[in-house]
């Protein structure tokens, strides 16, 4: 009955597909124990599919386009190919060339494909333009300079050009991405960022070109993310502080191209340049006059990569530029945003003893240039708080007007073998190096070193079909020699012979230093901690599969942090699926942030009293997706996640003591303190001044989703209807009860987008 459904469900998704083109197409025939064609290698423009089932098992022939795929217009030729067939419900993995399971695999491993002869690539341009309607329906809320119903038409231009049989050439001109999925909403309490995933196609396509880093894997890598296409587009930087505003929500892109390609000598090239437009806000000023301002200025983002492969593909050599130049602007951006930043770098990896050994790392340095205030705020950010009254190493440089830095890492693996692989590295980031105008960044003034050993047992027994050990260590300091970072892990995974399973896993901190901990001021003690982690998955095999994942961090403190996530996969049909995510987040936090205030009188923290509080957070959303087929060529996806979430801070009280975890709780240890609306009026005695310290307890319910209907009318031509909403209530709540949260959560005005886009693909 199973081989029937997926007979039957070949038959459906292949018989409606037809080529659009009339030039010669590579024809494959390939038994069913050979073969598995996912939508990923068929997604291409023009393909034509059909299968067979007869005494001899499955078969499956395809038809691609020429012009879809890069080769050499040579009279004979020899192509890499590798074709794998994914039985789910057995489990099985059928491959034409075999890797075992204690090989590296790779493409290294493909097998060959011969007698191609007097074959042509086909027409080298193609063009897709767009045109696209949208309105936005969104509550006023008293803002004069909106309306309740906005409508735009818009149109673009995307193109691709082959300009060698090994280089394509993609240019995209006033792009819109109004069909890929919403972000999901986030509570964030921290001094970061929350990094997104890219998903437009424009930028997903290709991006394997610019990875950069030698290969390495451990978290210093982090230090290599040159390239974090989501800073093109982005939201505005710049805000304006005003009751009644209307700003853009992205940075309009006006144009983009990018080069990649990789040549048959081993060359692999990646170039991407693009201009985001210069944006402005309105907002009311004081005098009940509508004025303009600046929120972001026209900007050019260039990231440049090139790699050669040596030794069959066993070493590899890169490098990898990028700059960001921002136009001139008025002293409100420049003060705000650097006016350019660069970075480069030079990446290695080698592998030996048949791929088993593998060694990596990379060089890379930044400048970053700006106004005196820009540089400024830069020293001062989260990522680096040279600011820090303690620190030895570090100092502000108020009257500087760039900074440098630089990054480099190494990384020794044992990757393959039948049981033990493990790793080894070391690497450093220094204070300086800034990457986050086009990358991505969250730490410097780092020096880090780690190893891990794995033991895999993959042979099946009794018990366990596959089962797993894993244990390592990290160590983190800053440029001061202070260890800020330390952690003993252990991590075990076991696959049941049904199928299931179960994966368990502890961390342990011990006490060390925190640089972060004040948000720029004096170090901080971390209490010891640890944090236990436990998951169980069930049977892929069946329609209806599902994941469990606990986790618990606790520190000697008394914060107490518990997440529980369940994902369920329903996949009874094979016209439709259905996914849920929810998850509960619990968190006890002994000293959460709130602020610092000047206070002269406070010499034993070098002048300032950093303001924290106990905090109890509850936080509770659900992920939805429904995906749905009514034709190869017609879908639906479906987007949902509702989320709430309540944050009650206790009494603030103040950090005492540099080096140390101390505090004082203000009414109770120190001074008085009283209510006043939404914030607290601070007397901490001694003559010193009263302050006032904001209440950051909040509630939020926020519904995030989106609809999109999709039709391909025919081959790479598609339409688009995309229905977008987003509730947003933040109105405070005394405490978190559930049910009055879900019965409040569709009680605040919805901002609904409906989109309707029509694409046409032709090859001129």
């Given at each position: 009955?199973?081989?029937?459904?997926?007979?039957?469900?070949?038959?459906?998704?292949?018989?409606?597909?037809?080529?659009?083109?009339?030039?010669?197409?590579?024809?494959?025939?390939?038994?069913?124990?050979?073969?598995?064609?996912?939508?990923?290698?068929?997604?291409?423009?023009?393909?034509?599919?059909?299968?067979?089932?007869?005494?001899?098992?499955?078969?499956?022939?395809?038809?691609?386009?020429?012009?879809?795929?890069?080769?050499?217009?040579?009279?004979?030729?020899?192509?890499?190919?590798?074709?794998?067939?994914?039985?789910?419900?057995?489990?099985?993995?059928?491959?034409?060339?075999?890797?075992?399971?204690?090989?590296?695999?790779?493409?290294?491993?493909?097998?060959?494909?011969?007698?191609?002869?007097?074959?042509?690539?086909?027409?080298?341009?193609?063009?897709?333009?767009?045109?696209?309607?949208q309105?936005?329906?969104?509550p006023?809320?008293?803002?004069?300079?909106?309306?309740?119903?906005?409508?735009?038409?818009?149109?673009?231009?995307?193109?691709?050009?082959?300009?060698?049989?090994?280089?394509?050439?993609?240019?995209?001109?006033?792009p819109?991405?109004?069909?890929?999925?919403?972000?999901?909403?986030?509570?964030?309490?921290?001094?970061f960022?929350?990094?997104?995933?890219?998903?437009?196609?424009?930028?997903?396509?290709?991006?394997s070109?610019?990875?950069?880093?030698?290969?390495?894997?451990?978290?210093?890598?982090?230090?290599?993310?040159?390239?974090?296409?989501r800073?093109?587009?982005?939201?505005?930087?710049?805000?304006i502080?005003?009751?009644?505003?209307?700003?853009?929500?992205?940075?309009?892109?006006?144009?983009?191209?990018?080069?990649?390609?990789?040549?048959?000598?081993?060359?692999?090239?990646?170039?991407?340049?693009?201009?985001?437009?210069?944006?402005?806000?309105?907002?009311?000023?004081?005098?009940g006059?509508?004025?303009?301002?600046?929120?972001?200025?026209?900007?050019?983002?260039?990231?440049?990569?090139?790699?050669?492969?040596?030794?069959?593909?066993?070493?590899?050599?890169?490098?990898?530029?990028?700059?960001?130049?921002?136009?001139?602007?008025?002293?409100?951006?420049?003060?705000?945003?650097?006016?350019?930043?660069?970075?480069g770098?030079?990446?290695?990896?080698?592998?030996?003893?048949?791929?088993?050994?593998?060694?990596?790392?990379?060089?890379?340095?930044?400048?970053?240039?700006?106004?005196?205030?820009?540089?400024?705020?830069?020293?001062?950010?989260?990522?680096?708080?040279?600011?820090?009254?303690?620190?030895?190493?570090?100092?502000?440089?108020?009257?500087?007007?760039?900074?440098?830095?630089?990054?480099?890492?190494?990384?020794?693996?044992?990757?393959?073998?039948?049981?033990?692989?493990?790793?080894?590295?070391?690497?450093?980031?220094?204070?300086?190096?800034?990457?986050?105008?086009?990358?991505?960044?969250?730490?410097?003034?780092?020096?880090?070193?780690?190893?891990?050993?794995?033991?895999?047992?993959?042979?099946?027994g009794?018990?366990?079909?596959?089962?797993?050990?894993?244990?390592?260590?990290?160590?983190?300091?800053?440029?001061?020699?202070?260890?800020?970072?330390?952690?003993?892990?252990f991590?075990?995974?076991?696959?049941?012979?049904?199928?299931?399973?179960?994966s368990?896993?502890?961390?342990?901190?011990?006490p060390?230093?925190?640089?972060?901990?004040?948000?720029?001021?004096?170090?901080?003690?971390?209490?010891?901690?640890?944090?236990m982690?436990?998951?169980?998955?069930?049977?892929?095999?069946?329609?209806?599969?599902?994941?469990?994942?606990?986790?618990?961090q606790?520190?000697?403190?008394?914060?107490?942090?518990?997440?529980?996530?369940?994902?369920?996969?329903?996949?009874?049909?094979?016209?439709?699926?259905?996914?849920?995510?929810?998850?509960?987040?619990?968190?006890?936090?002994?000293?959460?942030?709130?602020?610092?205030?000047?206070?002269p009188?406070?010499?034993?923290?070098?002048?300032?009293?950093?303001?924290?509080?106990?905090?109890?957070?509850?936080?509770?959303?659900?992920?939805?997706?429904?995906?749905?087929?009514?034709?190869?060529?017609?879908?639906?996806?479906?987007?949902?996640?509702?989320?709430?979430?309540?944050?009650?801070?206790?009494?603030?009280?103040?950090?005492?003591?540099?080096?140390?975890?101390?505090?004082?709780?203000?009414?109770?240890?120190?001074?008085?303190?009283?209510?006043?609306?939404?914030?607290?009026?601070?007397?901490?005695?001694?003559?010193?001044?009263?302050?006032?310290?904001?209440?950051?307890?909040?509630?939020?319910?926020?519904?995030?989703?989106?609809?999109?209907?999709?039709?391909?009318?025919?081959?790479?031509?598609?339409?688009?209807?995309?229905?977008?909403?987003?509730?947003?209530?933040?109105?405070?709540?005394?405490?978190?009860?559930?049910?009055?949260?879900?019965?409040t959560?569709?009680?605040?005005?919805?901002?609904?987008?409906?989109?309707?886009?029509?694409?046409?693909?032709?090859?001129?």
């Amino acid at each position: 009955a199973a081989a029937q459904r997926e007979r039957q469900l070949s038959e459906a998704r292949w018989r409606s597909l037809a080529s659009h083109s009339s030039d010669v197409a590579m024809l494959c025939s390939v038994d069913a124990q050979l073969l598995f064609a996912t939508e990923a290698a068929l997604s291409v423009f023009g393909y034509r599919a059909e299968d067979l089932v007869d005494a001899d098992g499955w078969s499956v022939e395809m038809r691609v386009p020429f012009s879809q795929l890069r080769f050499t217009p040579a009279d004979d030729q020899v192509w890499g190919l590798q074709l794998e067939r994914i039985i789910d419900r057995r489990q099985e993995i059928a491959m034409f060339a075999f890797s075992p399971r204690s090989a590296q695999g790779g493409v290294a491993s493909f097998g060959d494909l011969a007698g191609l002869r007097g074959i042509r690539p086909g027409r080298p341009l193609e063009l897709v333009p767009y045109v696209l309607s949208q309105g936005d329906f969104a509550p006023t809320r008293g803002n004069a300079l909106r309306d309740d119903r906005e409508l735009q038409v818009n149109a673009g231009l995307d193109a691709r050009y082959r300009i060698t049989s090994n280089l394509t050439l993609a240019a995209t001109v006033n792009p819109d991405f109004g069909q890929v999925e919403v972000d999901p909403a986030v509570i964030n309490l921290t001094a970061f960022e929350t990094r997104f995933e890219e998903k437009r196609p424009f930028f997903v396509e290709g991006s394997s070109n610019f990875r950069f880093g030698g290969n390495v894997t451990f978290t210093g890598a982090s230090a290599a993310n040159l390239l974090y296409s989501r800073r093109i587009g982005r939201a505005p930087q710049v805000g304006i502080r005003a009751d009644q505003v209307d700003a853009p929500a992205a940075t309009s892109i006006i144009g983009a191209a990018k080069l990649t390609g990789k040549t048959a000598s081993g060359w692999s090239l990646g170039v991407v340049d693009a201009v985001t437009a210069r944006e402005r806000g309105r907002f009311v000023d004081g005098g009940g006059l509508a004025q303009g301002a600046d929120v972001e200025p026209m900007t050019n983002y260039f990231a440049g990569r090139l790699s050669r492969e040596l030794h069959a593909g066993r070493s590899a050599l890169g490098a990898m530029l990028t700059a960001v130049n921002r136009a001139d602007a008025d002293e409100r951006i420049s003060g705000a945003l650097r006016s350019g930043a660069y970075t480069g770098g030079l990446d290695f990896s080698h592998e030996w003893a048949n791929r088993s050994w593998f060694v990596g790392g990379f060089l890379s340095g930044s400048l970053v240039q700006g106004s005196e205030q820009a540089i400024l705020l830069t020293q001062r950010s989260p990522t680096r708080y040279l600011q820090r009254p303690d620190a030895e190493a570090l100092g502000l440089e108020p009257d500087a007007t760039s900074l440098t830095g630089a990054a480099a890492t190494v990384q020794l693996r044992k990757q393959a073998g039948v049981h033990w692989t493990g790793d080894a590295w070391v690497g450093t980031i220094s204070p300086g190096y800034e990457i986050n105008d086009l990358g991505f960044q969250q730490s410097a003034d780092r020096h880090m070193m780690g190893v891990g050993v794995r033991y895999t047992q993959r042979q099946p027994g009794a018990v366990f079909r596959t089962w797993n050990l894993f244990t390592g260590t990290e160590n983190h300091s800053n440029y001061d020699r202070e260890v800020v970072e330390q952690r003993v892990f252990f991590f075990g995974q076991f696959q049941h012979v049904s199928y299931w399973t179960l994966s368990l896993g502890t961390r342990l901190e011990p006490p060390v230093m925190s640089d972060r901990f004040t948000r720029g001021g004096p170090l901080a003690r971390r209490p010891n901690g640890r944090v236990m982690t436990a998951s169980l998955t069930s049977d892929p095999r069946k329609p209806l599969g599902g994941l469990l994942r606990l986790s618990r961090q606790v520190d000697e403190s008394g914060t107490d942090i518990r997440d529980v996530n369940f994902s369920m996969d329903v996949r009874s049909s094979p016209r439709w699926n259905l996914s849920l995510g929810p998850s509960y987040t619990s968190a006890r936090v002994d000293a959460q942030f709130v602020t610092a205030v000047a206070d002269p009188t406070m010499t034993a923290t070098f002048g300032r009293r950093y303001i924290f509080a106990p905090l109890d957070q509850t936080e509770l959303s659900v992920v939805t997706r429904l995906n749905y087929t009514f034709t190869p060529d017609m879908t639906l996806e479906l987007y949902a996640q509702p989320l709430i979430a309540h944050g009650d801070y206790g009494t603030p009280k103040q950090f005492q003591k540099p080096s140390a975890y101390e505090f004082a709780t203000y009414g109770e240890d120190l001074g008085t303190i009283r209510r006043d609306g939404r914030s607290f009026v601070v007397s901490p005695g001694n003559s010193a001044a009263t302050f006032r310290v904001a209440d950051r307890s909040f509630t939020t319910r926020s519904v995030r989703g989106n609809a999109v209907l999709r039709w391909e009318y025919r081959p790479g031509s598609t339409f688009y209807a995309v229905w977008q909403q987003e509730r947003l209530n933040a109105l405070l709540m005394d405490q978190f009860g559930l049910n009055r949260a879900v019965g409040t959560l569709f009680e605040s005005d919805a901002n609904n987008v409906l989109v309707l886009k029509w694409t046409y693909w032709f090859n001129p």
